[in-house]
């Protein structure tokens, strides 16, 4: 067993939402050999020995297969008797980026390379208390996609501490985290902005990390921190609809310290809210980075402030997995993930991240079906299908890229069982028919047309999802070969049916789908890259009137599609485009990639103004301009 003797325990035997525990428990060290903790718990922990913070942040995992780090503790341990201190918050609600399971903490405390001793671990014994530092039970949502928002409080004395409360256990299938550790970056201060918003700070850049506030108050009070990725308003936009990016402090009278590590937000600027008289000495974030290696640059002028801006998106859109956006989401996204890998084969020098989100991303299927959620861990997401098809072609791209095939093997099952659904709905007239809604989403970008907000039509095809079928069962077929499997389909059949039902003879356009005459840009572009279309379809996948244009998440596609055509010009097309695009972004200001071109207007003011989709420009430097890598 990993964990030994070690018992699921808990503060009581009927968690809440929003509740946080404090468990301690000594242990005797007698120097030389190398100590480790192993800890599990949902849905957060915060661990010390000795008053020494040596880990924090759980991997999120799935009911069926939990996660566990393993920390080398020994640096904070001492001869003779030590000091563990763990909290841990339950957050109690599912989210984008999280399954609730219960609550629960699961550790043990070992020494010995070899020979392993056993010097403490979790069960009946384990001391534990409410944890006074934080406040339980206030339920606050800040988006529905990040999950609840945390309230630390610095005026409740501590609870007495009684025996743990032993659970079912849930360490039977917990494995090592497969990531890396984030690494604290140096803490960065916020500056006062001058102005009509009293107590607004700039950090200067957008950074992704951990909030600390340093205040004095006349009297008790509750602070409210702000925190967004721009001022368009004159203030930090805290309230989005049903949205609240804000973080709450209880205070006492006279000086405060806090430092919360349960909430990692990203921002370029922090508000402080409070009536009461209150100084605030201190603001700012502790940036946290996924530790990779960069790879040398020699770009210059505007091609260069893109491509560092496209890295630093995409940096602080790795964490525990790629996030979609550090600020509003933090979620993983199996095409927003393809995106980011792509990107970091051509920026980074390791590659262990992109098979791990691979390995994670084929766990999160459907309940009875073999499609994959809309984001890991989550459940009963509007799940998208095109997102499912192109799965494949990220693992395709993986192993063209490292030559890892062992992956195959790994992710054969559920690749296989997401072009299978496809096949399975095959309709007489040769193809897909659109997945009903709920549960699916027919989803392609945020553009007319492709936003899956189309009337449910259930013999409605879609251009893109058949086209992405074949673009991804051709790769398929390639994975196949490692592990000696066939996947029987006619494509060439797909290919004439896609012709047939979606071209127009008349302007050489594919429409974007069989009851919608429109043209899109990205289906253009997608029936190109299976091979069809002509001259005149080329013109549409460039732009022109009466075609949809392409979102910022989806160029890639659009680039792919014009250098396999036109090997003349079509690079100066692309690095063209990407001028245009990104120059007009960075003009703004922006140090990093926004979601769409709308910036933060998009979505009903809701807009990111730093997403991993984004930063594909790195993949076509590397490619077109490679004598400066």
Same mark, same amino acid.
């Given at each position: 067993?990993?964990?030994?003797?070690?018992?699921?325990?808990?503060?009581?035997?009927?968690?809440?939402?929003?509740?946080?525990?404090?468990?301690?428990?000594?242990?005797?060290?007698?120097?030389?050999?190398?100590?480790?903790?192993?800890?599990?718990?949902?849905?957060?922990?915060?661990?010390?020995?000795?008053?020494?913070?040596?880990?924090?942040?759980?991997?999120?995992?799935?009911?069926?297969?939990?996660?566990?780090?393993?920390?080398?503790?020994?640096?904070?341990?001492?001869?003779?008797?030590?000091?563990?201190?763990?909290?841990?918050?339950?957050?109690?609600?599912?989210?984008?980026?999280?399954?609730?399971?219960?609550?629960?903490?699961?550790?043990?405390?070992?020494?010995?390379?070899?020979?392993?001793?056993?010097?403490?671990?979790?069960?009946?014994?384990?001391?534990?208390?409410?944890?006074?530092?934080?406040?339980?039970?206030?339920?606050?949502?800040?988006?529905?996609?990040?999950?609840?928002?945390?309230?630390?409080?610095?005026?409740?004395?501590?609870?007495?501490?009684?025996?743990?409360?032993?659970?079912?256990?849930?360490?039977?299938?917990?494995?090592?985290?497969?990531?890396?550790?984030?690494?604290?970056?140096?803490?960065?201060?916020?500056?006062?902005?001058?102005?009509?918003?009293?107590?607004?700070?700039?950090?200067?850049?957008?950074?992704?990390?951990?909030?600390?506030?340093?205040?004095?108050?006349?009297?008790?009070?509750?602070?409210?921190?702000?925190?967004?990725?721009?001022?368009?308003?004159?203030?930090?936009?805290?309230?989005?609809?049903?949205?609240?990016?804000?973080?709450?402090?209880?205070?006492?009278?006279?000086?405060?310290?806090?430092?919360?590590?349960?909430?990692?937000?990203?921002?370029?600027?922090?508000?402080?809210?409070?009536?009461?008289?209150?100084?605030?000495?201190?603001?700012?974030?502790?940036?946290?980075?996924?530790?990779?290696?960069?790879?040398?640059?020699?770009?210059?002028?505007?091609?260069?402030?893109?491509?560092?801006?496209?890295?630093?998106?995409?940096?602080?859109?790795?964490?525990?997995?790629?996030?979609?956006?550090?600020?509003?989401?933090?979620?993983?996204?199996?095409?927003?993930?393809?995106?980011?890998?792509?990107?970091?084969?051509?920026?980074?020098?390791?590659?262990?991240?992109?098979?791990?989100?691979?390995?994670?991303?084929?766990?999160?299927?459907?309940?009875?079906?073999?499609?994959?959620?809309?984001?890991?861990?989550?459940?009963?997401?509007?799940?998208?299908?095109?997102?499912?098809?192109?799965?494949?072609?990220?693992?395709?791209?993986?192993?063209?890229?490292?030559?890892?095939?062992?992956?195959?093997?790994?992710?054969?099952?559920?690749?296989?069982?997401?072009?299978?659904?496809?096949?399975?709905?095959?309709?007489?007239?040769?193809?897909?028919?659109?997945?009903?809604?709920?549960?699916?989403?027919?989803?392609?970008?945020?553009?007319?047309?492709?936003? $899956?907000?189309?009337? %449910? &039509?259930?013999?409605?095809? =879609?251009?893109?999802?058949?086209?992405? @079928? #074949?673009? *991804?069962?051709? !790769?398929?077929?390639?994975?196949?070969?490692?592990?000696?499997?066939?996947?029987?389909?006619?494509?060439?059949?797909?290919?004439?049916?896609?012709?047939?039902?979606?071209?127009?003879?008349?302007?050489?356009?594919?429409?974007?789908?069989?009851?919608?005459?429109?043209?899109?840009?990205?289906?253009?572009?997608?029936?190109?890259?299976?091979?069809?279309?002509?001259?005149?379809?080329?013109?549409?996948?460039?732009?022109?009137?009466?075609?949809?244009?392409?979102?910022?998440?989806?160029? $890639?596609?659009?680039? %792919? &599609?014009?250098?396999?055509? =036109?090997?003349?010009?079509?690079?100066? @097309? #692309?690095? *063209?485009?990407? !001028?245009?695009?990104?120059?007009?972004?960075?003009?703004?200001?922006?140090?990093?990639?926004?979601?769409?071109?709308?910036?933060?207007?998009?979505?009903?003011?809701?807009?990111?103004?730093?997403?991993?989709?984004?930063?594909?420009?790195?993949?076509?430097?590397?490619?077109?301009?490679?004598?400066?890598?």
């Amino acid at each position: 067993m990993i964990f030994k003797n070690a018992k699921r325990i808990w503060i009581n035997d009927s968690p809440k939402s929003e509740e946080y525990g404090y468990f301690t428990d000594k242990f005797v060290w007698e120097g030389g050999e190398t100590v480790y903790l192993k800890i599990l718990a949902e849905t957060d922990y915060i661990a010390y020995i000795n008053g020494t913070r040596v880990g924090h942040c759980q991997f999120a995992g799935y009911p069926h297969e939990k996660y566990y780090d393993k920390l080398d503790v020994t640096s904070a341990c001492r001869d003779g008797e030590n000091l563990l201190e763990v909290t841990v918050r339950y957050e109690g609600v599912n989210s984008a980026c999280h399954i609730d399971d219960g609550a629960g903490l699961a550790y043990s405390v070992e020494c010995g390379d070899t020979k392993r001793r056993q010097l403490a671990y979790s069960s009946a014994a384990t001391l534990c208390a409410p944890e006074h530092r934080y406040v339980s039970h206030k339920v606050r949502e800040i988006t529905c996609q990040l999950g609840l928002t945390s309230t630390m409080d610095n005026a409740t004395p501590a609870f007495p501490l009684s025996p743990a409360v032993e659970l079912e256990d849930f360490t039977a299938t917990a494995k090592v985290r497969p990531v890396k550790l984030c690494e604290d970056c140096e803490p960065v201060e916020g500056r006062e902005v001058i102005g009509d918003t009293p107590r607004l700070y700039d950090l200067g850049d957008e950074y992704a990390g951990y909030l600390y506030l340093k205040v004095s108050c006349a009297a008790p009070c509750e602070v409210k921190v702000a925190y967004g990725e721009h001022i368009e308003d004159g203030c930090v936009r805290q309230l989005i609809g049903a949205r609240d990016f804000s973080l709450d402090f209880v205070c006492r009278e006279g000086a405060n310290c806090f430092e919360q590590r349960f909430v990692r937000l990203s921002a370029r600027y922090l508000q402080v809210i409070c009536d009461a008289d209150v100084t605030v000495e201190q603001i700012g974030l502790i940036p946290v980075l996924y530790p990779v290696t960069e790879r040398p640059c020699n770009l210059t002028g505007l091609d260069r402030e893109i491509y560092d801006a496209c890295v630093h998106t995409l940096r602080l859109c790795m964490h525990t997995h790629y996030e979609d956006c550090p600020w509003r989401e933090q979620a993983l996204y199996a095409l927003d993930s393809r995106n980011q890998m792509l990107c970091g084969y051509a920026a980074f020098r390791e590659w262990e991240f992109q098979r791990a989100n691979l390995v994670f991303m084929s766990k999160g299927k459907r309940p009875d079906d073999t499609l994959l959620e809309l984001t890991y861990p989550a459940v009963n997401t509007p799940a998208i299908p095109f997102f499912s098809v192109m799965y494949p072609v990220a693992v395709y791209e993986y192993a063209e890229k490292t030559g890892d095939v062992t992956v195959v093997s790994e992710v054969y099952e559920t690749m296989r069982g997401i072009l299978q659904k496809m096949v399975d709905r095959i309709g007489e007239n040769g193809l897909i028919r659109n997945f009903p809604k709920p549960p699916y989403w027919n989803f392609y970008e945020w553009s007319e047309g492709s936003d $899956g907000r189309a009337p %449910d &039509a259930s013999e409605r095809c =879609d251009l893109i999802l058949n086209c992405a @079928f #074949v673009y *991804s069962a051709e !790769r398929f077929r390639t994975l196949c070969q490692v592990v000696d499997k066939r996947f029987d389909v006619d494509l060439g059949a797909m290919r004439e049916a896609i012709k047939r039902e979606f071209f127009n003879e008349e302007t050489g356009f594919f429409r974007i789908a069989t009851t919608d005459s429109g043209y899109s840009q990205l289906g253009n572009a997608f029936a190109m890259l299976i091979g069809l279309g002509d001259e005149r379809t080329l013109a549409a996948v460039r732009g022109c009137e009466g075609v949809v244009p392409a979102t910022l998440s989806m160029l $890639g596609y659009v680039y %792919d &599609a014009i250098l396999a055509r =036109d090997k003349k010009n079509g690079g100066e @097309f #692309v690095l *063209s485009d990407i !001028r245009e695009k990104y120059g007009y972004m960075l003009s703004k200001g922006t140090t990093t990639f926004w979601e769409t071109l709308d910036g933060a207007e998009a979505f009903h003011r809701a807009g990111s103004l730093c997403h991993g989709w984004s930063a594909m420009p790195i993949v076509y430097y590397k490619r077109l301009l490679h004598e400066f890598f």
